[in-house]
């Protein structure tokens, strides 16, 4: 298990409201158009649970962040950047990113992709969009400053780790049991640290994950309450079309 603490947040966050859909074949580019728009801004989080062998994997390393060591819903975690209507551009460090790796080093592992590359919904079945009380231009600009110092925070130094663990390399263990986060969720939190936010308060944050994430922002609702200023919490918006975590060929 992962050391994490319990939120006295009894009941769920009220302003994160689940969608069920009824059309399966539904794109979730038109999902975010129907259900995600009103949430969507520069800033906001894009939160996805796919079905590749290594979103499998990633789903179910997650489970020691989880009481019930159940695999988490969710794989991968990315920032809008900007866009309107159901086309958005994305920061993000991806594992299995749609351009490539691109030059590693000098961007430290981000890369930016399109909201249209998560736009499947047998490949990325689960998605939510979320919205949090900062400055949307800042948290770009912050993405911006990640990507440009390996100082803050070494991306790639997570990156390698997870991809031999993803692809079953060798031996290689789970790297959230070594204190190592999921390189896209360490990401976005690193970012958010920057402007002074904790994404994840019930959890270290070098052992981020997009699975800490979510537990946050549907348990800490009363955290942000007191300590953003806002007296509200997070808003948001998902849709969970596989419970279970399964691979889809």
């Known amino acids: 298990m992962i050391p994490y603490r319990i939120s006295t947040?009894?009941?769920a966050n009220p302003e994160l409201?689940?969608?069920?859909?009824k059309d399966k074949r539904l794109g979730n580019t038109k999902w975010?158009?129907?259900?995600?728009?009103?949430y969507a801004k520069p800033g906001s989080i894009l939160l996805l649970g796919g079905t590749s062998v290594s979103d499998f994997r990633l789903r179910v390393a997650q489970s020691h962040a989880?009481?019930?060591?159940?695999p988490s819903y969710w794989s991968h975690v990315a920032i809008l950047?900007?866009?309107?209507g159901n086309s958005w551009s994305l920061s993000e460090v991806s594992l299995n990113p749609p351009n490539g790796f691109g030059d590693a080093p000098r961007n430290n592992a981000r890369q930016t992709s399109q909201l249209k590359h998560y736009d499947d919904p047998d490949l990325w079945p689960n998605i939510a969009v979320l919205s949090f009380f900062v400055d949307g231009r800042e948290v770009v600009k912050a993405?911006?400053?990640?990507?440009?110092?390996?100082?803050?925070i070494d991306l790639c130094a997570l990156v390698v780790p997870w991809l031999a663990f993803v692809w079953g390399a060798g031996n290689a263990p789970n790297p959230l049991l070594q204190d190592k986060g999921i390189p896209s969720a360490v990401f976005v939190e690193t970012v958010m640290?920057?402007?002074g936010f904790d994404l994840t308060p019930g959890l270290s944050s070098q052992s981020s994950c997009p699975e800490a994430i979510w537990q946050s922002v549907k348990w800490w609702h009363s955290f942000y309450r007191e300590t953003t200023g806002q007296n509200?919490?997070?808003?948001?918006?998902?849709t969970i079309r596989q419970q279970s975590a399964a691979v889809v060929e």
Do not use: C, H, M, W
Request: glycine share 14%; proline share 5%; hydrophobic share 25%.
């Open 17 to 21: 409201k689940r969608k069920e859909v």
């Open 81 to 84: 950047v900007e866009g309107r």
């Open 9 to 11: 947040d009894k009941d």
């Open 66 to 70: 989880r009481g019930d060591l159940l």
């Open 232 to 238: 509200k919490p997070p808003a948001g918006v998902y």
């Open 193 to 195: 640290g920057i402007l």
């Open 32 to 38: 975010f158009s129907q259900y995600g728009r009103a």
């Open 143 to 152: 993405s911006d400053q990640v990507a440009r110092n390996r100082g803050t």
